[in-house]
């Protein structure tokens, strides 16, 4: 498995897969690539997965317990892996994501500066959205590591699992990982609360408890950074709030309204040199977004954020039409991620 796992690295691959019934694959970019030329039988696939309990310290009757399990662990002068590993059809498989020792450098991962600059906010929520794979805990390392390099404060994050490993710069970087140093995100978030936190990374808000326990972190004055599952600064508000009972729906919204600063949407599309690109959405919250949130009139965000008179926000349909002109992407693709295709026709 390790031998496995340093291939994989060496060819730029991005995850490993180990299935029983087809060979050990890396995705490079967009392709499987086999790094074996053998099928995996069941067994094999068990032996290769216990292999990676053991690198991680961590035992295997976890994944029998729930039948899949997330985890973490470092291969020394290779690498780090996120894995899960989960049972199906009676057999065990894994996928690992490889995660680099060193910590990404915004520009090179093409994060625009609009994004960094969010980081300079003290107080409120800012949310990194998109699809799974997308590259939200990059952004949001990358963000924790200005912060880290800017000013001094105590920055706790709560993830499961832990990616990037942070040093200690200007500010304290506690890091906790669910569920080895937390039972729950929920927990853990309301501990962070007594822990003296200037920023609060939030892995994922993925439930009512963790979702309230956020926003109250961020009405009481904390930056807490988060993401979630979902694609456009409309749908994210959406999501948040229709978490929520009805009667409490309407106070959430002035709740989110207060303390939602910005909402950051992100998609990895095809490149035209076989490799994929960064696609950014961002929202900040004006009044008028402020009025929309409060009022429930979301759908007519995306018409403040495609109208292109605030200089803090960008469109994804925008940033398609300049990757094009820089001919990163082909017009077809930049057409079937757009939001207006019809539009960005008209305008490429």
Request: aromatic share 4%; with cysteine.
């Amino acid at each position: 498995m390790v031998e496995m796992l340093k291939k994989a690295v060496e060819m730029g691959g991005s995850d490993v897969f180990i299935v029983p019934g087809a060979c050990p694959m890396v995705k490079v970019n967009n392709s499987f690539i086999k790094l074996s030329e053998d099928r995996l039988a069941p067994d094999a696939s068990e032996r290769f997965a216990r292999e990676m309990y053991n690198l991680a310290h961590r035992d295997f009757a976890l994944l029998d317990q729930a039948g899949d399990d997330d985890f973490s662990f470092a291969i020394l002068n290779v690498s780090r892996f996120r894995c899960n590993a989960y049972r199906q059809r009676g057999t065990v498989a894994a996928i690992c994501r490889i995660v680099n020792f060193e910590l990404p450098d915004p520009d090179g991962m093409g994060i625009p500066p609009i994004v960094m600059e969010l980081a300079s906010q003290r107080s409120g929520m800012i949310l990194v959205t998109g699809p799974a794979g997308s590259g939200k805990s990059t952004t949001l390392a990358c963000m924790v590591d200005r912060i880290n390099a800017m000013r001094e404060a105590h920055i706790v994050t709560i993830e499961d699992p832990i990616e990037y490993l942070h040093r200690h710069k200007k500010s304290l970087v506690s890091q906790r990982e669910v569920p080895n140093d937390a039972v729950t995100f929920s927990r853990a978030l309301r501990a962070a609360l007594r822990e003296a936190p200037d920023v609060v990374l939030l892995g994922e808000m993925r439930d009512l408890d963790t979702i309230r326990t956020a926003i109250t972190a961020a009405e009481t004055g904390h930056l807490l950074l988060s993401s979630l599952h979902t694609i456009g600064a409309a749908k994210t508000v959406d999501r948040i709030i229709d978490t929520f009972p009805a009667e409490q729906q309407a106070q959430v919204r002035v709740q989110l309204s207060m303390v939602l600063k910005a909402v950051v949407s992100q998609r990895l599309v095809p490149a035209v040199d076989g490799g994929r690109v960064p696609v950014f959405e961002v929202m900040t919250v004006n009044a008028a977004i402020q009025n929309m949130i409060r009022d429930g009139r979301t759908h007519q965000i995306d018409n403040v954020i495609y109208g292109g008179s605030d200089k803090t926000m960008l469109s994804m349909d925008t940033e398609l039409q300049r990757l094009v002109r820089a001919g990163r992407v082909s017009r077809d693709v930049a057409l079937l991620y757009a939001v207006n295709p019809d539009a960005l026709a008209k305008r490429i």
